[in-house]
Nanobody
Framework: QVQLVESGGGLVQAGGSLRLSCAASGRTVNNYSVGWYRQAPGKEREFAAAITWSGGRIYYATSVKGRFTISRDNAKNTVYLQMNSLKPEDTAVYYC?????????????????WGQGTQVTVSS
């Protein structure tokens, strides 16, 4: 069993930055691919970014590419999402998730464990 806890969310003005953290406990997350998803009010959960267990492959949604950076520190059992140049449309609850596999990481069904989410609000 893997428990995931997100942190780092908050209120920021447009153009600002936040760094989200996804800390794992229980089993190590080092052998898992980890993704970040987000869900805005009234919308479906959508993929934002993902990283394989080794960090060898990284994926981004078109909407965040060039602004968000996903990284991981396996020694700390933590995955990060650095978010720069934030826009009001980035406002959402952000979730991290862990998958035993390394394929189709933009599909929610491949993930085995999910965190509870952290709120990110970007004001205009």
């Amino acid at each position: 069993q893997v428990q995931l806890v997100e942190s780092g969310g908050g209120l920021v003005q447009a153009g600002g930055s936040l760094r989200l953290s996804c800390a794992a406990s229980g089993r190590t997350v080092n052998n898992y691919s980890v993704g970040w998803y987000r869900q805005a009010p009234g919308k479906e959960r959508e993929f934002a970014a993902a990283i394989t267990w080794s960090g060898g492959r990284i994926y981004y949604a078109t909407s965040v590419k060039g602004r968000f950076t996903i990284s991981r520190d396996n020694a700390k059992n933590t995955v990060y999402l650095q978010m720069n140049s934030l826009k009001p449309e980035d406002t959402a609850v952000y979730y991290c998730a862990a998958s035993r596999g390394a394929g189709a990481l933009d599909r929610a069904y491949v993930y085995d464990y999910w965190g509870q989410g952290t709120q990110v609000t970007v004001s205009s």
